[in-house]
């Protein structure tokens, strides 16, 4: 130990006369951390008082034997689950604790000069006491580190239960307006509930934060989440995906007590969307009754086997035929721009939807023709379409 050999009796002296005066440097160091940390005005007297005694303690400690604790020494976790729960950032953490440790080492210095320490042992343990504000910062932010992320991780939690229960019809009344308060959702409002899925390399989180940015826009409400791979959620409005490639189902607006039966309906949107490889976000205005040719494979077999099997016999001028058939109902049954987008004569196209009639034996000037038709070549589509390949985005 540095100094004279005499040199502990005063130190134990300077130790005794440091800790007469924890009370009044603590309420000293209370008013100065209301000032300059805000955020500790949100930690009650009684607390901030046990944590400055256990500081202030281990300081003395540290004055009185010379050496300073391992990290693994510093318990801290529960205090930083408090502090994080108080929402108390980790850098006003790290500044009340130097306070303290800095109002610590000011009141060494003056009760060794009161008293004469040997200047050695004043050089030494003020670097104990820099040393113990270095290791306890450490230690203080690795802990409330930990502490956010399992504070984020249960918050996220609370979050993913409340939306399963709400996008399932399982919460009551109370239930939905209590969690709307907590999440910024108006009860008042409508919603819908949207289901969506990545189609490239944007994962699941990143589209979640994406459309749940997109969808708070212009004080819009939005609440969203990564369920099973998709991210699920309600919307105020059309969410806007940018270039991220993905395909959602949006359901339709209706309020947050009835918002289970927009999410069933939002489910059956992006099985469809997907079913026919497209990408972006589709309500039931975008799909319409292609939804149910999705969910009708027994009613698409039917038709397939009445409109479109008989072409099969006549092979690839079958092909040819059906190919036809397509542009005259897309085109909205004009023979001439049929025969323009086809490079062919007017009169191609005439013999080919007449082959057509006698084929199956319809006219394609019966409106129950034109429907059921235009259903067996949707589903005719869905079979078709190669297995992962991606339709246009709309």
């Known amino acids: 130990m540095p100094g004279q050999p005499g040199a502990a009796v005063p130190l134990e002296r ?8 924890q009370r009044q440097v603590g309420g000293r160091l209370h008013a100065d951390l209301t000032v300059h940390v805000p955020s500790y005005r949100a930690v009650p007297r009684e607390l901030l008082d046990q944590i400055w005694h256990r500081h202030f303690q281990r300081a003395l ?20 689950r408090d502090r994080v729960a108080r929402g108390v950032p980790l850098g006003d953490g790290l500044r009340a604790f130097r306070r303290a440790l800095s109002a610590i080492r000011d009141l060494f210095l003056a009760e060794a000069a009161e008293h004469g320490l040997d200047p050695g042992l004043v050089v030494d343990r003020t670097k104990c006491l820099w040393e113990l504000t270095d290791v306890a910062s450490l230690q203080i932010a690795a802990v409330h580190r930990q502490a956010e992320i399992a504070s984020a991780l249960v918050d996220a939690r609370r979050r993913a239960d409340f939306l399963r229960g709400l996008l399932h019809g399982t919460l009551s009344a109370p239930e939905i307006h209590s969690g709307a308060a907590i999440y ?4 008042a409002r ?44 309600v919307v105020e409005d059309l969410p806007q995906t940018g ?13 947050l007590t009835a918002v289970h039966r927009s999410f069933r ?20 205005g975008g799909l319409s ?7 009708e494979p027994e009613l698409c ?46 009169n191609t196209v005439r013999y080919r939807l007449r082959r057509f009639e006698e084929l199956t034996g319809t006219s394609l000037d019966a409106p129950d023709t034109v429907v059921e038709l235009s259903w067996a070549l949707a589903a005719r589509q869905l079979r078709t379409r190669p297995r992962g390949s991606e339709g246009p985005a709309r």
């Open 289 to 295: 009754w292609r939804v149910a040719v999705v969910a």
């Open 14 to 21: 300077v130790v005794a006369a440091m800790a007469v005066h």
């Open 301 to 346: 077999a039917l038709l397939l086997d009445r409109y479109l099997r008989p072409l099969e016999a006549e092979g690839e001028f079958g092909a040819l035929i059906e190919e036809s058939v397509r542009k005259y109902l897309e085109t909205g049954r004009h023979i001439r721009e049929v025969a323009r987008s086809s490079h062919i004569h007017v």
């Open 243 to 255: 270039d991220l490639e993905v395909t959602a189902g949006l359901g339709p607006p209706t309020d």
């Open 265 to 284: 309906a939002a489910g059956r949107l992006l099985e469809a969307a997907r079913a026919y490889g497209l990408r972006g976000v589709y309500d039931l």
């Open 61 to 80: 400690a540290v004055v009185r034997e010379g050496t300073v604790p391992a990290p693994e020494d510093f318990d801290e976790a529960e205090v930083a």
């Open 190 to 233: 409508p919603y819908r509930a949207v289901r969506a899925v990545p189609a490239g390399n944007v994962g699941p989180e990143s589209l979640e934060r994406s459309l749940e940015s997109s969808g708070r826009r212009n004080g819009r409400g939005a609440l969203l989440t990564v369920l099973d791979e998709a991210v699920v959620g």
């Open 184 to 187: 910024g959702l108006d009860p």
